[in-house]
């Protein structure tokens, strides 16, 4: 969720995101209108509306992280629930959560998950006191949007709907965390989205994440609805429903719902403007109809014994034994058109054979260009990859260390590969 100040963060094209709020929810001419509850081809899988006059402490724990409170009050949110809206709020009296290991951050915070040892932010910091395990609810993958108003209190904080993973009970609580909304009161017309994986081997290792200008409106201002699709191996985030910015990896675990204000935590100082809230009013989680299919995986050459990969990023295919965990010889198959497109981990391009000169390439060719378009056919038990554009097929055959595509027998095993999930 936030981000602490011994952490250095690495910037990659394409995040940000956020939801404050001004202390009023009443609405104005420039709002985004909510979206219905259905939506083509998902099917609703959670959903809270904000209604009535009491949380529902079936889905949500009005608590942040009370484990690591050394006071569990002081872990307790403090929040409104008023037309329809959520309000959560930090007041100048509201105290230090966790001020043994977190300072004078200050927070009002509600989940959807909890159990001992989770989201171990700092590892001098021990499980003061066992907590019940709280599971009002916990996804893999889906469609989560909110509709909200930021705050408008400016100074030192900032507001956050954030996802951490379930999967490690352990101490080293090694699960992965997206930030799908962390914006600054400081910085009031940006998008904040930032994800790390804690020590998960399959997500990103590094703070990933820009801030960004939203496109239009004033979201300090007026409600604006946020998206983010997860995928198995995509993170694509929108802004009052058009594509905003993507992260080319994902979690492929479990993850709890998180949703807060914050004073005094990487976002820097408050100031005294109080109180501090921001205004949601609904949170909902779609899943696709018919899943969310295979994720990456590794294409191992019969003749050669080896994996198809772009280890030296030399501009060509090569084939060669890189560690499984290695994202340069990891694919994830794409529909289009009726054939499929091969998206490597590591950089996010497509396997073509545009100017290859009879050796395969990799880049960022257009969906509809036939020479990144293929079709899996069946040989021994085995895949042979026939190209659209060039109607051949890709080898091993001259044992180059390139993959090469060109009009080899089926019997060949240099144009047979078996799929692998990757690690």
Known sequence: MRQRRTLTTLTLAGLCLSVLATTGTGASAADFPPNPTGKSGYTLDFQEE???????????????LPHWAQNREDAKAR???QDGKLVERVDPDTPAWNPKYDSTVKVSSIQTYNQDWWHRFNYSMPNDHHEP??????????????RAKLSDTGGGGHQALWLVGTKDRSSASKNPEIDMLETFFSKPDTWRIKAYGWGDPDFVSSWTGPEDPVPSGEPTKEY????????PTQLNFYYDNKLYKTINDSPNQAMGLILGIYTDAGSGQHNDVWPKNWSVDYLRVWKKNGGYGEGYQRFKNRQSGQYMNIENKTGKVEYGNPPATAWSSQWRRENTDGHLRYRNRWTGEYLHTENGGGTARYGDVPATYWSGQWQEEVADGRIRFR???????????????????????????SSQWSAEPGA
Request: no cysteine; proline share 3%.
């Open 387 to 413: 190209n659209r554009q060039t109607g051949q097929y890709l080898h091993s055959e001259d044992a180059t260390g390139f993959v090469q595509y060109g009009n080899v027998p089926a019997t060949h095993w």
């Open 224 to 231: 604006h609805v946020y998206g983010m699709e997860w995928t």
């Open 50 to 64: 904000f209604d009535g006059t009491s949380l529902d402490t079936s889905k949500w724990l009005p608590y942040y």
């Open 133 to 146: 395990d709280f599971n009002g609810y916990s996804t893999q993958y889906g469609y989560v949007e909110t």
């Open 79 to 81: 929040y409104t629930l």
